[in-house]
């Protein structure tokens, strides 16, 4: 099970970091990734991070601004969202796999149930 949080207001340029914590199982071998879903759009594919925390892949959209990290040892990743955007504004959603990570949605197995990132103008 996958818990996202940290999810908030906050204006043009803020930041904030959304974690989402693992429970019943251990997440260490797989892909943890987040994606994002705006009102009356597809989910889409923003960062992705291997089990060693060492290969990441990002969504055009967010390169240079957002930063996706995990710790194995407290069986969490963290997504620092820095200089954010009214475009930003969406619910965020973690996800896990085996193997590596995909921005393909259906390819992952776990989702946490979301957390709700508005920037305002």
């Known amino acids: 099970q996958l818990q996202a949080y940290g999810g908030g207001l906050v204006q043009a340029g803020g930041s904030l970091r959304l974690s989402c914590a693992a429970s019943g199982r251990t997440f260490n071998s797989f892909s943890l990734a987040w994606f994002r879903q705006a009102p009356g759009k597809e989910r889409e594919f923003v960062a992705t991070?291997?089990?060693?925390?060492?290969?990441?892949s990002y969504a055009d959209s967010v390169k240079g601004r957002f930063t996706i990290s995990r710790d194995n040892a407290k069986n969490t990743v963290y997504l620092q969202m820095n200089s954010l955007k009214p475009e930003d504004t969406a619910v965020y959603y973690c996800?896990?796999?085996?193997?590596?990570?995909?921005?393909?949605?259906?390819?992952?197995?776990?989702w946490g149930q979301g957390t709700l990132v508005t920037v305002s103008s």
């Open positions: 996800a896990s796999k085996g193997g590596e990570g995909t921005v393909e949605p259906s390819r992952y197995d776990y």
């Open positions: 991070i291997g089990w060693g925390g060492g290969s990441t």
